[in-house]
């Protein structure tokens, strides 16, 4: 006999985290199950590296990224104020949950992304939810001027991670990670583009050690794309370029937030190429079964750098954040190693023919 079932459902970041986030009866939630992502041992990662290497994989969320997180926060704030509309400058996945979430709010979404620029499943993803889309002849900062623009001096309200909301919601992916552990970790690892997520993990962790949760706070150890890394270099990048479109940033709105996780922590930002980008999305999927889109892969990239480096200690507890999934941007999957595209093998509907290719027989 199967009984019945004393488990909860994951009931979204609002909910979870209702006393972190001032949620009150009277306030509005709109949701759609995010946060509550696993926290993925990586046998591999831990045994190349001679610590132990823990991935939270935040591709699992409702839309396939992180920003389900503080969309959830800042729509439902958005609501509560009002709003009829909201708008956001994106790389592809901001633009994606704010579509996903305007539309369970019954709300309108508009969304300015770089023309050309966005991987297909995210712009596929925006569509489908019902946003009116603008393909900017541009780059994402432009994008964003105009946004900040349209929401000061037109009835819409933005939703970037200028945003206050954003930030407060996506700070519960610490929160979680400590609550997982028992404590903090001693270094996490995490992707850097507009600096939005390593500001919110720093005050998810701040807020962990001074309300008794956790007894430390981790080193930060934040990682840009070679070609679109300004705080790595210390000026603005007019043209950033790199495969990890969700990081292709050259003005961070949190620049200087970025720069108080890293000093306050005893922490780094570091560049790492495309090519070791593409590696590493490879190696993680090969070895511990996650999938993930290139951005996030630089923070696997970028353990190996560090640890090539010296600078992760044996037998450390090390967190990464990966941000997105790899579904969003497939097209990077199908290639090898060197380049070319991955041919699957074809056969007749003939079992002793497969088992032929397959050196089996
Ligand atoms: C938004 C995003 C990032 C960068 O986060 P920031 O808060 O802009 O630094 C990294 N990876 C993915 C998949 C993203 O969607």
């Known amino acids: 006999m199967l009984k019945q079932s004393q488990r909860n459902q994951w009931r979204g970041v609002l909910h979870e985290w209702a006393d972190v986030l001032d949620v009150t009866d009277a306030s509005t939630v709109v949701t759609l199950g995010e946060g509550g992502t696993p926290l993925i041992e990586s046998k591999a990662l831990s045994q190349m590296t001679d610590a132990r290497v823990l991935v939270k994989f935040e591709g699992l969320n409702p839309t396939g990224s992180f920003k389900d997180r503080g969309m959830t926060v800042a729509v439902s704030r958005a609501i509560d104020k009002g709003a009829k509309a909201i708008a956001c400058a994106s790389t592809g996945n901001t633009s994606a949950a704010a579509a996903a979430y305007a539309a369970a709010a019954g709300i309108q979404a ?14 596929a993803q925006s569509v489908v939810h019902g946003a009116r889309i603008v393909q900017v002849r541009g780059n994402f900062d432009d994008c964003l001027e105009i946004s900040k ?40 690892l995490i992707p850097v583009g507009n600096a939005g997520n390593i500001t919110s993990y720093w005050r998810g962790y701040s807020l962990a050690e001074t309300s008794g949760m956790a007894t430390k706070r981790p080193r930060m150890l934040g990682f840009q794309a070679a070609g679109a890394a300004p ?10 370029d790199t495969v990890a479109t969700a990081i292709r940033i050259g003005n961070p709105a949190s620049w200087q937030q970025a720069l108080d996780a890293r000093d306050e922590s005893g922490g780094s930002i570091t ?37 090539a480096a010296g600078d992760i200690p044996a037998g450390a507890t090390v967190t990464l954040t990966v941000t997105g999934h790899g579904l969003k941007d497939a097209q990077w999957g199908l290639k090898r190693e060197d380049g070319s595209d991955a041919q699957p093998e074809s ?3 003939d079992t002793a023919q497969v088992a032929q290719l397959l050196g089996l027989a």
Do not use: C, W
């Not at 999927?285 to 970028?302: D, H, K, L, Q």
């Open 271 to 307: 560049a790492i190429g495309d090519a070791d980008i593409l590696k590493a999305q490879r190696l993680l999927a090969s070895s511990t079964g996650v999938f993930v889109e290139p951005a996030s892969a630089i923070s696997v990239a970028g353990l190996l750098e560090r640890h």
């Open 149 to 188: 623009e349209l929401a000061e001096q037109y009835p819409v309200h933005l939703v970037n991670s200028v945003n206050d909301d954003r930030i407060e919601g996506q700070k519960t992916a610490a929160l979680e990670i400590v609550d997982v552990l028992g404590d903090a970790p001693d270094l996490h």
């Open 347 to 349: 056969a007749d509907a």
């Open 110 to 123: 508009i969304v300015l992304v770089p023309e050309g620029k966005i991987a297909m499943g995210k712009l």
């Open 231 to 240: 705080i790595v270099r210390g000026e603005v990048v007019r043209e950033p």
